[in-house]
């Protein structure tokens, strides 16, 4: 199984100020998932990021607001741009493990917004 | 109406209790189903995943899918305290497409 840590793993911000959070996996995975995760809510993805090509952002989720990068196959980030109280969620990263619906998750980071 | 629907909880049972955790889906063409669990302040991990319908057991967990329901359990024999946790069901149908999840059953148990 895959190692996987975050960072921050939480913090306090003010409106309109963007965050960049980073995944730090310790094995090389083809694939990283960025999900949000807000409270009473189910897990959302909010998109996909494969090394070297652009991320694949799901319906309800724009590059704008939420750029991620993907340098090599085990670091990616994802800025949370323009914050705003509603944008207040666990914001997690996960890997493919030896199949696409086995996914290994980083521990969180915990996002408040003022 | 949601795709994964799933009691939120919290279910609370006392230490060595049979605990069921279940989920309905609306999406006839899932075949996949995991269940993680969440501790808390933790990412979640993943306990169990079954393809199609049936059983499948590891340890004191039992998953179970009834596809022609559809309808998902996960069983939890002789409970203990350290199974406290959120649990998460979860599934997709295949080939690269997403995973979605349910909101999460939030489980406690008292010693």
């Known amino acids: 199984s895959a190692v996987i840590s975050q960072k921050p793993s939480r913090d306090i911000c003010q409106r309109g100020t963007s965050l960049t959070i980073q995944c730090q996996v310790d094995?090389?995975?083809?694939?990283m998932f960025w999900y949000r995760q807000q409270p009473g809510q189910s897990l959302t993805l909010i998109a996909t990021?494969?090394?070297?090509?652009?991320?694949?952002?799901e319906s309800g989720f724009v590059i704008d607001k939420f750029p991620i990068s993907r340098p090599n196959l085990t670091f990616s980030t994802l800025t949370v741009s323009n914050m705003s109280p509603e944008d207040s969620s666990i914001y997690l990263c996960?890997?493919?493990?030896?199949?696409?619906?086995?996914?290994?998750f980083g521990p969180g980071t915990r996002l408040t917004v003022l | 109406q949601k795709e994964v629907e799933q009691d939120p909880g919290p279910l609370s049972v006392p230490e060595g209790a049979i605990v069921s955790l279940n989920c309905t889906y609306s999406?006839?063409?899932?075949?996949?189903f995991m269940w993680y669990r969440q501790y808390s302040r933790k990412g979640p991990e993943l306990l169990m995943y079954?393809?199609?319908?049936g059983n499948k057991e590891d340890g004191r967990f039992t998953a179970q899918v009834d596809k022609s329901s559809k309808y998902i359990s996960l069983f939890i024999r002789d409970s203990q305290p350290s199974d406290s946790a959120t649990y998460l069901c979860?599934?997709?149908?295949?080939?690269?497409?997403?995973?979605?999840f349910g909101t999460g059953t939030k489980l406690q148990v008292i010693p």
């Open positions: 996960s890997v493919e493990g030896t199949d696409y619906n086995e996914q290994f």
């Open positions: 094995s090389q995975v083809t694939m």
């Open positions: 990021a494969n090394q070297g090509s652009e991320a694949t952002y």
């Open positions: 999406n006839s063409a899932f075949q996949y």
């Open positions: 079954t393809y199609s319908s």
């Open positions: 979860a599934m997709n149908s295949g080939g690269y497409q997403k995973v979605t």
